[in-house]
């Protein structure tokens, strides 16, 4: 059974550039989730995919937006990054799109904003 | 409110056991785990309990669950030094699709 996969595993970006992180889901799940993880922080809920649908997003502005592909991978893309965008961004992959299943993580992309 | 917090540091002594206690604000939650973070890795899921169940164990861990004081709690039995890390706590929110985090345990074990 493979498990989630994200790359890049690290990225450097200065202000204003755009970024795209990219995610497997691990074998079996049709459920992407992303989240960001501040130091020191617990993870933060960005939004989640289910069957190539956005099925609910938290509190991050309209310049953080996604994919979903046929094959349940999926892309985060940031734009117009800030100082406050540097973080680990986790990407977690579960069974269908109720909230009871459980996600389970990547190694994330620890994005630096330079 | 969406809340879960947990005390931020814990060490105890290999073999001993360690104990991680976390509250949570949403009666309404269904699901309750128990992630593990080692530096630089994601989260690694070790366990989660239906909100009205009152305890799971599951090898040297042990969940406990009081819902009336919203209080959930991790306990490691005979701790090694490899299960120094941090530790969340997590709630999903019914009807919707995330999950809420508190801000991690840190977990040392001394030799």
């Known amino acids: 059974e493979t498990g989630v996969t994200q790359s890049p595993t690290h990225l450097i970006k200065t202000r204003g550039q755009q970024v795209t992180l990219r995610c497997s889901s691990q074998?079996?799940?049709?459920?992407v989730s992303w989240y960001q993880q501040a130091l020191g922080q617990g993870p933060q809920f960005i939004f989640q995919?289910?069957?190539?649908?956005?099925?609910g997003r938290g509190n991050f502005p309209p310049r953080f937006s996604g994919l979903q592909f046929p094959n349940y991978s999926s892309e985060l893309n940031v734009n117009a990054l800030e100082l406050d965008d540097s973080a680990l961004y986790l990407c977690?992959?579960?069974?269908?799109?109720?909230?009871?299943?459980?996600?389970?993580f990547g190694d994330g992309t620890r994005l630096s904003i330079l | 409110g969406e809340d879960v917090e947990q005390s931020l540091f814990l060490s105890v002594r290999e073999g001993d056991s360690s104990v991680i206690n976390c509250t949570y604000t949403d009666s309404s939650s269904t699901y309750l785990y128990w992630y593990k973070q080692e530096p630089g890795a994601g989260l690694q899921l070790l366990t989660y309990i239906f909100s009205n169940i009152d305890m799971k164990q599951d090898q040297r861990l042990t969940v406990l669950l009081n819902k009336k004081d919203k209080h959930l709690s991790l306990r490691i039995a005979d701790t090694q030094t490899g299960d120094s890390a941090i530790y969340f706590c997590a709630e999903s929110m019914p009807g919707t699709y995330k999950y809420i985090f508190g801000t991690g345990t840190r977990l040392k074990v001394l030799a």
């Open positions: 977690a992959s579960s069974l269908g799109g109720e909230s009871n299943q459980p996600q389970h």
């Open positions: 074998s079996g799940h049709n459920t």
């Open positions: 995919y289910y069957r190539e649908e956005e099925n």
